[in-house]
T-cell receptor
């Protein structure tokens, strides 16, 4: 159980275009999902916390107008990188937290990540 | 300032040797998690420790949570090439369950 999927796994786009990344919890409901960015050989950097039915909370230094997050249901959150530039190229990872009454509320379950390359 | 100090950041040892990775903080965590990540994949949860002084074993891996819940260690006995990967510790605060991440330990086990 506790599987999180991400789509796409890899995406290459041209500078100036927008890219949408989906994060789904497949076998549990997640009121909270987290979006991370990871540079090569480094740890995860939290970008934003996404709560179902409300606005996302962004970490300091993360542009909310550039990284649009939508958490419309208990199993899906999306991250849209708008007007992407080469410096946005990175590995984006989402995680999902079980609902408060779920058995694994104390844990986050991670997706496999999405490699974004902006040309 | 890193809230969760993880060390060493890089470790390359021979197969069969033992090793320990440390995560230390001045903050008290409600729980601490250890993850292993392969290149191009998301982190995979190895263990969650919750109680101060708790010790958990996962085959050749031993995880310990400090009595004050501020630090943790991962000990690998008789390391094997399959243990190669990036090991990450992450502490959670009960207030919001956001994870505070260590910098990671890149572990290479040479055959």
């Amino acid at each position: 159980g506790a599987v999180v999927s991400q789509h796409p796994s890899r995406v290459i786009c041209k500078s100036g275009t927008s890219v949408k990344i989906e994060c789904r919890s497949l076998d549990f409901q997640a009121t909270t999902m987290f979006w991370y960015r990871q540079f090569p050989k480094q740890s995860l950097m939290l970008m934003a916390t996404s709560n179902e039915g409300s606005k996302a909370t962004y970490e300091q230094g993360v542009e909310k107008d550039k990284f649009l997050i939508n958490h419309a249901s208990l199993t899906l959150s999306t991250l849209t990188v708008t007007s992407a530039h080469p410096e946005d190229s990175s590995f984006y990872i989402c995680s999902a937290r079980d609902i408060p009454s779920g058995p694994s509320y104390n844990e986050q379950f991670f997706g496999p990540g999405t490699r974004l390359t902006v040309l | 300032t890193q809230l969760l100090e993880q060390s060493p950041q890089f470790l390359s040892i021979q197969e069969g040797e033992n090793l320990t990775v440390y995560c230390n903080s001045s903050s008290v965590f409600s729980s601490l998690q250890w993850y292993r990540q392969e290149p191009g994949e998301g982190p995979v949860l190895l263990v969650t420790v919750v109680t101060g002084g708790e010790v958990k074993k996962l085959k050749r891996l031993t995880f310990q949570f400090g009595d004050a819940r501020k630090d943790s260690s991962l000990h690998i006995t008789a390391a094997q090439p399959g243990d190669t990967g990036l090991y990450l510790c992450a502490g959670a605060w009960q207030s919001n369950y956001q994870l505070i991440w260590g910098a990671g330990t890149k572990l290479i086990i040479k055959p």
